[in-house]
């Protein structure tokens, strides 16, 4: 079974519910007759004649100022080529996908069934009124110069053909960055720059502007070298055509300071590589196979600094890492256009950001404790949550000095402000969790695997690199299910606990089981007959070291599916109460709830236990809690039992963790409305500080809040995440969905790193060398 993603994943993800990616959702109320009277007609009519007697306030009165029209007519798709229009769409889509998660700039996607250029451009100009920026896509060469540049002069709006200037501005910032760690000065390099495409081109233009020199350049394209001689150049690119006329690659590489792709995959080799000057640098950007492959050039030289398109690489040229963040910049100011000063910011802002410290979500994502500036990280990383409030106001600054601007931005600290509360960190803490599971996967036991659910989650989690999954249950039933849905699980690890060929197993797991349990209701009989039951076999298989993790509980009832856990598994030590918590991602960001699953009527005690339990496993998703502790009262304007108990769990929880961001009790109201807080409570830890972790003072309150959270569609659930077990096992609600299966398996996979990770250290700490380093020490 090949990792990598299904036709029919991919046909099912863009067709099921409602076809396509993006939808359009409106900004303001319109549930009632004044509501649809204000927003048509009559209400409509004002700013309509307030635009018509001011057409700058279009942006005042429309979504005018933050609506970007991505434009293609479908001719460079990807690497599918002309495949046309319509066929473009689903990936103009995206890219409106990509907009909106990264920058929050609203798109439409418009195709256009037009290749002669100065038509194109003419149908692109009548849009101007519509749109605040234009993103045109997916172009081909020539016609993409031609076309940029005539409407850059004629809109007065910016206007960037992202496959040109994305990856321009993306290699630069990496060069710049390769170029001081090799100690190597631009305008003294030696280029050699296969490919002679719309990027290729932009890359070697934005080189120049960075201090390059043109005839340091050797350039190659399908036809060979640019050379004088060739007579089919463009008139941009003769400059650049210094080449012998009898050059090949190989003969360009010997002795070159830098190589950059834009061309094929595998057409440069070691040796080429080891014949280039000291500290070299390559750029080898073809997808999805470079010119040359990250093993081999770093295997032919140890002084070499590489970049790549590639995910699955270091220093990856990405240009999701650009296009986001330079619109916004661009829009924010109501720039009238986007030029070379407001390209070459956004290039020293990346190059700059990738100098300076990382922060611990974008460690967790990469699954490393300290990303550090060095061969290995010269350009930031995607999912770096700094990238909107660096880049965006370089820009914006940009066009403000260069002229460009009409609305200037007066308090850089506010905008940084409104720029990060943009966006929640919800897309950004699973996609951390996500990319940080696929750097080190674990094995994860499904033991239901006799549902359809389950086994399309456990191929999505194999697919996807998340985890190795193992499947329990009835084989052949397993495999007739499978077959039936078109599902496959070729290679997947399929046992059966009741089978004849698990006896073994059976009998070493009740022989442990018996250990832990003979004076707990169970005898030696029993302890072996409940390894029949999968949900024992499989927290067995846990404790025992044979898988990492286990997912179950989507069709059997809560309690029976934690019972083995705990009794198979256990608490971590000094926990005496475990509890169940929900991750809810909403705009405000990811907020936690807990208790939500286990606990039905808390003493202050337990609550304490549950709030530490819970600002444990925010940590662990490198988050900063910030407790509410909820109840119907605010800061004793109730006596009740209920309300003292919930203050009396926020004293103990204090008197633990003095330093934990906890406070109560109140109302949920009073703990997201900061003004309110302020201005009643000033002594308040959560004046200011954004609340993310929600603690309910009895199962009923918080089981009901998630449960209305989620049917309302205020909020993606995942979970409930079980706090306090030595090992994770994570039990599914009733009835999840297959989304949330994946989800719960990624989370599973980081608390087998973290637990293994913490179990590797204890045993470190116990070792007799260990202590004799301590004794010596002290």
């Not at 007609?41 to 100022?65: F, H, L, Q, R």
């Not at 073809?286 to 990250?294: F, Y």
């Not at 991602?585 to 005690?605: C, M, R, S, Y």
């Not at 109840?631 to 919930?646: I, W």
């Amino acid at each position: 079974m090949s990792k990598v993603l299904r036709k029919q994943a991919a046909l099912d993800y863009h067709s099921k519910g409602r076809p396509g990616k993006i939808e359009v959702v409106p900004t303001k109320e319109a549930k009632t007759q004044r509501d649809l009277s204000l927003a048509y007609s009559p209400g409509v009519a004002e700013p309509c004649k307030e635009i018509a007697a001011n057409k700058e306030d279009v942006y005042k009165y429309t979504a005018k100022g933050n609506l970007v029209g991505v434009i293609s007519n479908g001719t460079a798709v990807l690497g599918l080529g002309n495949i046309g229009p319509e066929a473009s769409k689903p990936v103009m889509e995206g890219k409106g996908v990509l907009f909106k998660i990264f920058a929050d700039i609203d798109v439409f996607d418009i195709e256009i069934n037009e290749t002669d250029p100065e038509k194109f451009v003419q149908i692109v100009k009548a849009l101007e009124p519509t749109f605040g920026g234009i993103n045109l896509e997916d172009i081909k060469a020539p016609e993409c110069f031609v076309i940029e540049k005539a409407l850059r002069e004629q809109l007065t709006i910016p206007v960037m053909h992202d496959d040109q200037h994305g990856t321009a501005i993306i290699s630069a910032a990496a060069l710049l960055n390769a170029l001081q760690i090799q100690k190597k000065r631009i305008d003294k390099v030696r280029f050699v720059i296969n490919g002679a495409g719309a990027a290729a081109m932009a890359c070697i233009q934005l080189y120049v502007s960075l201090g390059a020199r043109p005839e340091n350049f050797f350039v190659f394209d399908i036809n060979g070298p640019l050379h004088r001689g060739r007579t089919d150049l463009e008139d941009f690119k003769k400059k650049f055509a210094n080449a012998p006329a009898d050059c090949n690659l190989a003969k360009a590489l010997k002795d070159a300071d830098v190589f950059v792709g834009l061309s094929v995959g595998n057409v440069v080799t070691g040796d080429m590589v080891k014949s280039m000057a000291r500290n070299p640098i390559v750029f080898a950007m073809a997808n999805p196979d470079p010119e040359i492959s990250w093993d081999e050039a770093k295997g032919a030289r140890k002084d070499l600094i590489m970049a790549t398109g590639r995910s699955d690489y270091p220093n990856q040229v990405n240009n999701v890492l650009g296009f986001p963040y330079i619109f916004r910049g661009a829009l924010d100011v109501r720039a009238r256009g986007i030029n070379e000063e407001m390209k070459l910011a956004a290039v020293k802002a990346l190059a700059e950001l990738a100098q300076s410290p990382v922060p611990d979500i974008v460690n967790l994502a990469y699954n490393t404790k300290t990303i550090t500036f060095g061969p290995e990280y010269i350009i930031p990383k995607p999912l770096d949550p700094r990238l909107l409030a660096t880049v965006a106001p370089a820009v914006a600054k940009a066009a403000i000095d260069s002229g460009l601007a009409q609305q200037p931005i007066h308090d850089w600290e506010a905008y940084k402000t409104e720029l990060n509360k943009r966006l929640g960190l919800d897309n950004q803490v699973m996609r951390a969790l996500g990319s940080k599971a696929r750097r080190d996967p674990r094995r994860i036991v499904f033991a239901e695997a006799d549902n359809v659910k389950i086994l399309k989650a456990a191929q999505i989690v194999f697919d996807e690199g998340i985890g190795y999954p193992i499947l329990l249950g009835d084989e052949a039933k397993i495999r007739s299910l499978a077959v039936a849905n078109g599902i496959d699980i070729e290679g997947l690890p399929i046992f059966d606990p009741r089978s004849d060929a698990m006896e073994e197993s059976r009998n070493k797991f009740g022989e442990l089981f018996f250990k832990k349990r003979g004076r707990k209701g169970f005898n030696y009989y029993e302890s072996k007959k409940v390894m029949r039951d999968r949900n024992y076999f499989g927290c067995m298989m846990v404790e025992t070291g044979e898988a990492d993790c286990m997912i179950s509980g989507l069709s059997k009832n809560y309690p029976d599916t934690i019972r083995p856990a705990i009794q198979c598994i256990g608490v971590d030590e000094g926990v005496n109460r475990i509890a169940g918590m929900y991750l809810m991602l909403t705009k405000k960001g990811p907020i936690f709830l807990a208790d939500t699953t286990v606990n039905f009527h808390p003493t202050a005690q337990e609550l304490a236990e549950i709030t530490l339990l819970a600002a444990q496993e925010v940590r662990s998703f490198n988050i900063t809690p910030r407790i509410a502790l909820l109840s119907y009262s605010n800061f004793g304007s109730s006596t009740s039992d209920e309300a003292r108990l919930v203050a009396e769990a926020r004293r103990i929880v204090k008197a633990k963790a003095p330093g934990l961001i906890v406070d109560g009790e109140m109302q949920a109201s009073l703990a997201f409305n900061n003004e309110l807080l302020k201005e009643n409570y000033p002594f308040s830890e959560l004046v200011d500080k954004p609340v993310n972790t929600l603690i309910f003072p009895n199962l009923a309150a918080g089981n009901t809040a998630y449960n209305l959270l989620k049917e309302l569609g205020a909020a993606d659930a995942i979970g409930p995440i079980l706090l306090g077990l030595k090992k994770p096992v994570h039990i599914l609600q009733l009835g999840s969905s297959v989304r949330n299966i994946v989800n719960m398996a990624t989370i599973a996979v980081a608390d087998a790193q973290i637990k293994n990770q913490q179990a590797a250290d204890e045993a470190i700490r116990r070792s007799p060398w260990w202590k004799r380093l301590k004794k010596r020490e002290s």
